[in-house]
């Protein structure tokens, strides 16, 4: 994918301006309440959250360990493991794979690690046609878009966007059909899909989860499209990322308990499927190779560090669901894959903060993604930590960094402050005493554009209490 | 009820001070009328838009002046939850691992409290005697909600508020789009925020918006002007001190009488 993070500015305006996109981020999907009935129909829901941050914590400090472990039983159920640095080598590794059995079909899963490495056009150069076979992953292929959030990757999308998609793109069906209801769309989408699972080659899937104690890799869904994924190809391939990893089946429910909660508001998401291993003789069906591509790209170096908690993200969504600043721009203006304040945390680890400087600025620091966070990501703190980062590497912006040393000079000397404020509190007052306000003011424009600038009520607090006192 | 005397120091907060001291004075009538003796070192700021900017040097020389300001006061009271959820939250932050001003700055975070909260869960105040005649609605600062655990303080103290009703506000606890430098670093993106807040605002019908932060409250106040939405926009310091009988925020003050 095009990072365009760097213009963030400018993908931020054009989002606000978009209104069929504004009408779909207004209308939602409804996860911010839903999640919030979820959290109060469980009274234990904060304890399992501590338990999961716990879970999480506790993996990523024995990281090695675990995924030892993991690989053993991987190995061990007739599985193939493979370790992927780069996203190069991931690419590489899944293509080889694929032309081991002359692919030249792929079915996909939903996976943002997909995404993240950009293997859909990876494997379009070399011959293969990937199908994205989860709905909105698919709408958003058809389109040549990238997703525009972590589980609802077409929630930009309304209804009427799709039918004309739709139309544009399945041309052998009858011109006259009825795409009007949702439901027609969906099953549109479901019988142009069946035949894909059936002809497919490979299925390639992500992970929410890789579990060391059996080896098993565990996708969650409410489709169902990732089991005929998986299934039908003779090859499955999961690719997943270190943090994916559990210890145990045990950790692994208490995980489960809070992710389906915190993206959706389901006690449960539909479909959570384990693969262990390829297909084992009494199995009646199944894949005949089972490949897990690990990859690191980046997170290794996480780890033990300012950002290992972004580790513990299990990608639920919930913080991009809360967020104002999301709900008013929708994903794709972050111009990355990992959008929301998750991706602002993220995204500099794994493309440059000189890149990627904005995401953890356009931040309000309301802190309710933290809130509502299933792991206890301390979010806004860790967008603090990037922009000291940028300031210490002299990123931020001139106007922004002259702008901070030109106040902080007064901040520092409390009684020429005093004096410099009571003078420009006057001024202020004077001019805009008989209005109340400003409508317009020189080097506020960034605030008066949009809106008007009290006038102060005259002298500073300090200055009158200082007068009253004495 | 405090034993009469206590020591408070007022961190008026930067905006208070410039833009708006009647909200200064109207915290300072709600402690002195509870018994408290208040003082108003000088001061300048608490350095959260250096700490939230990535200037952590800047922000911990102001984090210390702050605190060698106002240490030697029984409690610190803050008209704001922001500039409170900065001492008390981010101080001991700050000092994390420094073994001198850690342990100071967490003191001193201990007994740093915002207004409403100061006059509730500390002095045990739960009705001033006070009128506000008209329905007023309640937004919660981000900082006030989830820093400093402010939500039901303000609301108890306004139910007792003769002639006051309270009309709550649909999806209070979602952000106003200030964000102190937010607002101008990122300002059509603030503004498609505050919009949606101030249209939340006229909605619920009420003639007055109330908040324990300046800043919130400016930015909104703006955006419903601009709007042409008359609604009267004041800190709740006002409205519990009674002293809400001047201009309120950005609204122009009285035309003198001829001499």
């Given at each position: 994918?095009?990072?365009?993070?760097?213009?963030?500015?400018?993908?931020?305006?054009?989002?606000?301006?978009?209104?069929?996109?504004?009408?779909?981020?207004?209308?939602?999907?409804?996860?911010?309440?839903?999640?919030?009935?979820?959290?109060?129909?469980?009274?234990?829901?904060?304890?399992?959250?501590?338990?999961?941050?716990?879970?999480?914590?506790?993996?990523?400090?024995?990281?090695?360990?675990?995924?030892?472990?993991?690989?053993?039983?991987?190995?061990?159920?007739?599985?193939?493991?493979?370790?992927?640095?780069?996203?190069?080598?991931?690419?590489?590794?899944?293509?080889?794979?694929?032309?081991?059995?002359?692919?030249?079909?792929?079915?996909?899963?939903?996976?943002?690690?997909?995404?993240?490495?950009?293997?859909?056009?990876?494997?379009?150069?070399?011959?293969?046609?990937?199908?994205?076979?989860?709905?909105?992953?698919?709408?958003?292929?058809?389109?040549?878009?990238?997703?525009?959030?972590?589980?609802?990757?077409?929630?930009?999308?309304?209804?009427?966007?799709?039918?004309?998609?739709?139309?544009?793109?399945?041309?052998?069906?009858?011109?006259?059909?009825?795409?009007?209801?949702?439901?027609?769309?969906?099953?549109?989408?479901?019988?142009?899909?069946?035949?894909?699972?059936?002809?497919?080659?490979?299925?390639?899937?992500?992970?929410?989860?890789?579990?060391?104690?059996?080896?098993?890799?565990?996708?969650?869904?409410?489709?169902?499209?990732?089991?005929?994924?998986?299934?039908?190809?003779?090859?499955?391939?999961?690719?997943?990322?270190?943090?994916?990893?559990?210890?145990?089946?045990?950790?692994?429910?208490?995980?489960?308990?809070?992710?389906?909660?915190?993206?959706?508001?389901?006690?449960?998401?539909?479909?959570?499927?384990?693969?262990?291993?390829?297909?084992?003789?009494?199995?009646?069906?199944?894949?005949?190779?089972?490949?897990?591509?690990?990859?690191?790209?980046?997170?290794?170096?996480?780890?033990?560090?300012?950002?290992?908690?972004?580790?513990?993200?299990?990608?639920?969504?919930?913080?991009?669901?809360?967020?104002?600043?999301?709900?008013?721009?929708?994903?794709?203006?972050?111009?990355?894959?990992?959008?929301?304040?998750?991706?602002?945390?993220?995204?500099?680890?794994?493309?440059?903060?000189?890149?990627?400087?904005?995401?953890?600025?356009?931040?309000?620091?309301?802190?309710?993604?933290?809130?509502?966070?299933?792991?206890?990501?301390?979010?806004?703190?860790?967008?603090?930590?990037?922009?000291?980062?940028?300031?210490?590497?002299?990123?931020?912006?001139?106007?922004?960094?002259?702008?901070?040393?030109?106040?902080?000079?007064?901040?520092?000397?409390?009684?020429?402050?005093?004096?410099?404020?009571?003078?420009?509190?006057?001024?202020?007052?004077?001019?805009?005493?008989?209005?109340?306000?400003?409508?317009?003011?020189?080097?506020?424009?960034?605030?008066?554009?949009?809106?008007?600038?009290?006038?102060?009520?005259?002298?500073?607090?300090?200055?009158?209490?200082?007068?009253?006192?004495? | 009820?405090?034993?009469?005397?206590?020591?408070?120091?007022?961190?008026?907060?930067?905006?208070?001070?410039?833009?708006?001291?009647?909200?200064?004075?109207?915290?300072?009538?709600?402690?002195?009328?509870a018994?408290?003796?208040?003082?108003?070192?000088?001061?300048?700021?608490?350095?959260?838009?250096?700490?939230?900017?990535?200037?952590?040097?800047?922000?911990?020389?102001?984090?210390?002046?702050?605190?060698?300001?106002?240490?030697?006061?029984?409690?610190?009271?803050?008209?704001?939850?922001?500039?409170?959820?900065?001492?008390?939250?981010?101080?001991?932050?700050?000092?994390?691992?420094?073994?001198?001003?850690?342990?100071?700055?967490?003191?001193?975070?201990?007994?740093?409290?915002?207004?409403?909260?100061?006059l509730t869960?500390?002095l045990g105040i739960n009705k001033i005697n006070a009128?506000?005649?008209?329905?007023?609605?309640?937004?919660?600062?981000?900082?006030?909600?989830?820093?400093?655990?402010?939500?039901?303080?303000?609301?108890r103290l306004l139910a007792g508020i003769e002639?006051?009703?309270?009309?709550?506000?649909?999806?209070?606890?979602?952000?106003?789009?200030?964000?102190?430098?937010?607002?101008?670093?990122?300002?059509?993106?603030?503004?498609?925020?505050?919009?949606?807040?101030?249209?939340?605002?006229?909605?619920?019908?009420?003639?007055?918006?109330?908040?324990?932060?300046?800043?919130?409250?400016?930015?909104?106040?703006?955006?419903?002007?601009?709007?042409?939405?008359?609604?009267?926009?004041?800190?709740?310091?006002?409205?519990l001190?009674?002293?809400?009988?001047?201009?309120?925020?950005?609204?122009?003050?009285?035309?003198?009488?001829?001499?």
């Amino acid at each position: 994918m095009t990072l365009t993070s760097p213009q963030f500015k400018d993908n931020a305006r054009a989002a606000l301006a978009d209104a069929q996109l504004q009408r779909a981020l207004s209308k939602g999907l409804g996860f911010v309440e839903r999640r919030r009935l979820a959290a109060e129909r469980l009274p234990e829901f904060e304890a399992l959250r501590d338990g999961a941050r716990d879970i999480k914590n506790h993996t990523l400090a024995h990281l090695d360990l675990y995924l030892e472990a993991y690989e053993a039983r991987v190995i061990a159920a007739g599985g193939q493991l493979h370790f992927a640095v780069t996203a190069e080598e991931a690419r590489a590794i899944v293509v080889d794979i694929c032309r081991k059995v002359c692919a030249k079909t792929v079915t996909k899963g939903k996976t943002m690690i997909a995404e993240e490495i950009g293997l859909n056009d990876f494997l379009e150069q070399n011959g293969i046609q990937p199908v994205e076979t989860d709905l909105g992953e698919y709408l958003i292929q058809i389109r040549h878009e990238m997703p525009s959030h972590i589980i609802a990757p077409a929630i930009h999308l309304n209804k009427d966007q799709v039918e004309a998609d739709f139309r544009r793109v399945h041309s052998h069906l009858p011109k006259d059909r009825n795409l009007a209801e949702p439901q027609t769309l969906l099953t549109e989408a479901r019988g142009v899909l069946r035949e894909r699972f059936l002809s497919a080659d490979v299925g390639i899937t992500g992970a929410n989860f890789l579990v060391a104690e059996t080896g098993t890799s565990i996708i969650v869904t409410n489709e169902g499209n990732g089991d005929l994924t998986q299934t039908l190809p003779k090859i499955h391939i999961v690719l997943a990322t270190i943090e994916k990893l559990v210890p145990t089946l045990e950790d692994v429910s208490t995980l489960l308990r809070v992710l389906a909660r915190s993206a959706t508001g389901q006690d449960m998401s539909v479909y959570t499927t384990l693969s262990t291993g390829p297909r084992r003789p009494d199995d009646p069906d199944g894949p005949s190779e089972y490949h897990v591509v690990i990859l690191d790209n980046g997170r290794s170096s996480m780890l033990g560090g300012g950002f290992a908690e972004m580790l513990r993200c299990i990608r639920c969504g919930a913080c991009m669901n809360y967020c104002p600043v999301f709900n008013a721009i929708g994903g794709h203006a972050y111009g990355s894959v990992y959008p929301g304040p998750m991706g602002a945390v993220l995204t500099p680890a794994l493309v440059g903060i000189d890149k990627a400087g904005h995401l953890p600025n356009a931040s309000m620091f309301c802190g309710r993604c933290e809130e509502v966070c299933p792991v206890r990501i301390p979010l806004p703190r860790m967008m603090r930590a990037w922009r000291e980062r940028e300031f210490e590497r002299h990123l931020s912006p001139a106007t922004v960094r002259s702008g901070l040393k030109f106040w902080s000079f007064f901040a520092k000397r409390p009684a020429l402050y005093g004096l410099v404020t009571a003078l420009a509190s006057r001024l202020l007052w004077l001019f805009g005493r008989s209005a109340g306000r400003f409508r317009r003011l020189p080097f506020a424009g960034g605030w008066t554009r949009h809106r008007d600038f009290p006038a102060p009520q005259g002298a500073t607090f300090q200055a009158q209490w200082r007068r009253r006192r004495n | 009820m405090a034993q009469p005397g206590k020591r408070v120091g007022l961190l008026v907060t930067c905006l208070v001070d410039l833009i708006r001291p009647a909200v200064g004075f109207a915290a300072v009538k709600l402690l002195e009328d509870a018994g408290c003796t208040v003082e108003a070192p000088r001061q300048s700021c608490c350095g959260q838009p250096a700490f939230n900017s990535g200037d952590r040097a800047s922000a911990r020389a102001l984090a210390e002046q702050v605190i060698a300001t106002f240490e030697c006061y029984d409690y610190v009271v803050v008209p704001s939850g922001s500039c409170g959820g900065q001492v008390r939250v981010h101080y001991p932050e700050l000092f994390h691992g420094d073994p001198n001003w850690h342990p100071r700055a967490a003191r001193f975070a201990a007994k740093t409290y915002e207004l409403t909260s100061f006059l509730t869960d500390v002095l045990g105040i739960n009705k001033i005697n006070a009128r506000y005649a008209g329905t007023a609605t309640y937004h919660d600062s981000c900082s006030s909600l989830r820093e400093m655990g402010v939500r039901a303080q303000p609301r108890r103290l306004l139910a007792g508020i003769e002639g006051l009703t309270l009309a709550e506000l649909p999806d209070a606890d979602v952000c106003c789009g200030f964000g102190g430098t937010f607002c101008v670093k990122y300002p059509d993106i603030s503004n498609a925020i505050v919009s949606k807040k101030a249209e939340a605002v006229a909605a619920t019908g009420a003639g007055t918006l109330l908040a324990g932060d300046l800043g919130c409250l400016m930015n909104i106040a703006g955006k419903l002007q601009r709007l042409g939405r008359r609604v009267t926009v004041r800190h709740v310091a006002e409205v519990l001190a009674g002293m809400a009988d001047g201009p309120a925020i950005g609204e122009p003050e009285p035309k003198r009488a001829a001499p």
